[in-house]
């Protein structure tokens, strides 16, 4: 059975820096675009970044941008987000997920299209 579980989250002050981590077992994810989610108290679960199967591509939503890099490590199966620069707006519940085998990561990036999730980890960024 495959599963994702997130660490690397906690608390940490405006302008610092956290690295989360996503460790994907139970099947090889190499064929899998992967993807970070988040969400805050009281909002919905909003798209964050991914990174396409060739591991060459990847998105950001605009909020992150120049401040979060996404990337892969297909010999570890696992997934990172570094997280610089950060805000209190970036406080919110980050959740790993999978995409479909040989998916794309081109057009709107809902939740919809990551059959797969981790159980998340908790980023917090004081003021």
């Known amino acids: 059975q495959e599963q994702l579980v997130e660490s690397g989250g906690g608390l940490v002050q405006a302008g610092g820096s956290l690295r989360l981590s996503c460790a994907a077992s139970?099947?090889?994810?190499?064929?899998?675009?992967m993807g970070w989610f988040r969400q805050a108290p009281g909002k919905e679960r909003e798209f964050v970044a991914a990174?396409?199967?060739?591991?060459?591509?990847?998105r950001y939503d605009d909020s992150v941008k120049g401040r979060f890099t996404i990337s892969v490590d297909n010999t570890k199966n696992a997934v990172y987000l570094q997280m610089n620069s950060l805000k209190p707006e970036d406080t919110a519940a980050y959740y790993c997920?999978?995409?479909?085998?040989?998916?794309?990561?081109?057009?709107?990036?809902?939740?919809?299209?990551?059959?797969?999730w981790g159980r998340g980890t908790q980023v917090t960024v004081s003021s």
């Open positions: 997920a999978a995409g479909r085998p040989w998916g794309s990561i081109t057009g709107p990036l809902s939740s919809a299209r990551f059959p797969s």
């Open positions: 139970g099947r090889t994810f190499s064929d899998r675009p």
């Open positions: 990174i396409g199967v060739s591991r060459s591509t990847t």
